[in-house]
């Protein structure tokens, strides 16, 4: 997205402006931090011009000069007072060309939380998040609303997306934190295409054993991984990064719950309800209501979590109604996966809530007719696919 997409979806447009730095300015030889000016009148400096190639991230520590130019993020109200006192010549009111504020290696970019991060509850100035990434947070959007002032002291939440501002190398960087997910394309480095051929055989090599079911998935995946590191087209520290641990965590920490839902009886008593409630059906009103009671789950427990809790009361019911046990753990696999009625049931929808400015409402609002659309389909296909 470009810097003049993302200035208007946070409306930024009169927030920033383009201040020169005069002769005798009182700013001359002090940085932006020395001269107090985010304390005294609310204003952030993001940007430095000192040549004709365009704008250099600021850091608050830069010490200025005369006829330096900043970028400067702040309330219109604050500009005349600031000039006044300060010393400094407005040359945009406020900037026009947002094609000024971007050069090769330094962009606007938008950031997320990452789900389940720690930081969560932190303000920005508390983190040290400036000093620590070197980059500048124009704007917060939150809930569909852009918040421009003050943002380094919100306490941060999921679903925030973080309007940067800094050097490429910086939002690479932070790309690579397990805390942030840079939503913008950075213009990275040339792919390995030395290695997409071999990448690719490897991939059909799995893929092909797989859907012929000569192979266990399980085995060929790991098979396709060792391979992927020895012929080079994968780095261990890539494939280690790649890893979602907290997942593996999480499904090791909930298999014994599964095996103690079976052994307790909790299992039975479940099926027992949902064979009660909808047995008058059938066999398709049992799986119905299967499907609809782990899609209503969804709205709190993770899908691998609930695939692990379900799977016992699916094999229950499948059991005491004499049906085909894969036909009824498939209705549960594609219910848990098809986590559309909750921000903070998947990742992937929390990732979109804060840039899109999506609230709660909006996922019931979509999320139940997809959720009853996808159920229709599956209540459909299931029988040619899995007999009972």
Known sequence: MSASSLIEGYNLDRYLFILQVSENADLFEQSVAESQIGSAFGMTAIGIFRDDAGPDSYAPGTKLQPGDILLIKALYDDIPLFMGLKELDIIDEPISDTDRLEREGIQMAEAVLSPRSPLAGKTLLEINFRQKYGLSVLAIMREGKAVKTDV??????????????????????????????VLTALGKGPRRTDKALTASLIMLGILIPVIAGLIPLAIAALAGIVLMVLTACLRMEEAYRAIEWRAVFLIAGMLPLGTAMQKTGAAGIMADGVIHAFGYFGPWGVIAGLYLLTATLTIAIHPAALVVIMAPVALEAAASFGMAPHTVTMAVAIAAAAVFISPISHAANLLVMGPGGYRFSDYLKVGIPMSLLLMLVAMLLLPHIWPL
């Not at 941060?156 to 940067?164: F, K, S, T, V, Y």
Request: no cysteine.
């Open 152 to 181: 380094q002291h919100m306490p941060l939440r999921l679903g925030d997306a973080l309007l940067l501002y800094g050097k490429t190398d910086s939002l690479e960087l932070l790309g690579q934190e397990e805390h942030f997910i």
